[in-house]
Every structure is written in C-alpha cells, then in structure tokens.
C-alpha cells in the first residue's frame, strides 16, 4: 500500500503564491511512472492541473495554469512539488496528488493515479 499526504494548502488573496507537497510513503519499492497533481471546486469534476513523469522530469499542465504553476519532484524524499504563483479567485479548490505505477493513454502526462491523496484546501479570495 502507498500513502499520500499533501501539505500546504491555505487561504491567500488574489495574486499571491502557495506551495502544495506531496510526500509519499509505505510499498515503494521503485519508483512509479509518474505522479499528478489535480483539483476539484464545488460542484465541478476533478480536473488535471499538472503532472511529472518521474524517471525524465517531463512535465504537464493544464491551459489554464500554464505560466503560473510548477511542478517538480524531489526523488530522494519521493515528494512532489507544487508551486502556484499569480493564483485567482477560479483557483478555489481541494487539490489532490496522485501516484500512477503505469502510462494510460490520453490523460495528461499519461498519468491516472493508482493512488490518492487526501487533499488539501485551496482558497483564493478576490
């Protein structure tokens, strides 16, 4: 089994800046294909917002957040990075990370999470 914890979530205003992380632990005994980070506001599916393969660093995002967010990964710790700058009202969600062992076809990154985390609040106030 494989836990996810994310951290670093909070309230910020508009224009302000947020770092989420994403520790993972328990049954890794290597390292999984890539991991995601994706969010869900009130009302509205879950969404992928960037994601990283782990082996190359190739990296993901979403239109929407292009320019403004990054993620990166510490492969030592297993913990995944990311960054948020320039956040709007819209950003407003619980943000989770996911772990994919696999590629799967037309996702981003190629990445559907195996597992998840417990996410953690995001509120951006105009």
């Known amino acids: 089994q494989v836990q996810l914890v994310e951290s670093g979530g909070g309230l910020v205003q508009a224009g302000g800046s947020l770092r989420l992380s994403c520790a993972a632990s328990?049954?890794?005994?290597?390292?999984?294909?890539?991991m995601g980070w994706f969010r869900q506001a009130p009302g509205r599916e879950r969404e992928s917002v960037a994601a990283?393969?782990?082996?190359?660093?190739?990296?993901y995002y979403a239109d929407s957040v292009k320019g403004r967010f990054s993620i990166s990964r510490d492969n030592a710790k297993k913990t995944v990075y990311l960054q948020m700058n320039g956040l709007k009202p819209e950003d407003t969600a619980v943000y989770y990370c996911?772990?994919?062992?696999?590629?799967?076809?037309?996702?981003?990154?190629?990445?559907?999470?195996?597992?998840w985390g417990t996410g953690t609040q995001v509120t951006v106030s105009s």
């Open positions: 996911g772990l994919s062992w696999t590629w799967t076809a037309q996702v981003m990154g190629g990445i559907r999470p195996d597992y």
């Open positions: 328990g049954r890794i005994s290597s390292s999984p294909y890539g």
């Open positions: 990283i393969n782990w082996g190359t660093g190739g990296t």
